[in-house]
């Protein structure tokens, strides 16, 4: 769960976000800290050496059957990417199912992505970078961990590029 829960989704506010995190400092270095809401303790944001990843959206209970969910989730997403590609032009997709099956096989996986599956955040990026003038790299996402997890959307800002990890050796 995250600190978006229960909130309805507006794609204005979705492109927002996005934008205020593109603005937010990100440490050089440093742990992997996640932090949560001081009420609740849902997830908020996560922040390590590079790269900070907020919610932008989670689905809620009341989504009816899990494969209308999750294409109703992806139809929001698709709504952001397409916003946000009158901004910065065509995005590329970067795969996290590769570091999520690197983990399973307890290969260690870059912070970012690890940070990501840490809060079930297992759709692929949509990734955009470097942004002129910023020489930052912003992804977006949207998935879940299973049929009973909530579909949640994240953004995530990088001062380094973000590509998928080499895949296992048998695949």
Do not use: N
């Amino acid at each position: 769960m995250t600190a978006r829960a229960g909130e309805s989704f507006d794609p204005g506010r979705a492109v927002a976000d996005v934008e205020a995190l593109l603005a937010a400092p990100l440490p050089a270095a440093g742990p992997v800290v996640a932090e949560g809401d001081p009420v609740t303790g849902e997830w908020r944001s996560t922040t390590g050496g590079g790269f900070r990843a907020v919610p932008l959206w989670e689905s809620g209970d009341d989504e009816g059957d899990p494969d209308e969910a999750e294409e109703a989730a992806e139809a929001r997403l698709d709504a952001v990417v397409a916003e946000l590609e009158k901004r910065w032009g065509p995005h590329h997709r970067v795969a996290v199912h590769v570091a999520l099956l690197l983990k399973q096989e307890g290969t260690p996986v870059p912070p970012l992505f690890d940070a990501l599956l840490d809060e079930d955040c297992y759709g692929d990026l949509a990734v955009w970078g470097p942004l002129p003038g910023q020489g930052r790299w912003i992804g977006v996402s949207v998935g879940h961990s299973d049929d009973d997890a909530p579909m949640v959307m994240a953004a995530v800002v990088s001062d380094r590029p973000i590509t998928a990890p080499p895949p296992p050796s048998w695949m």
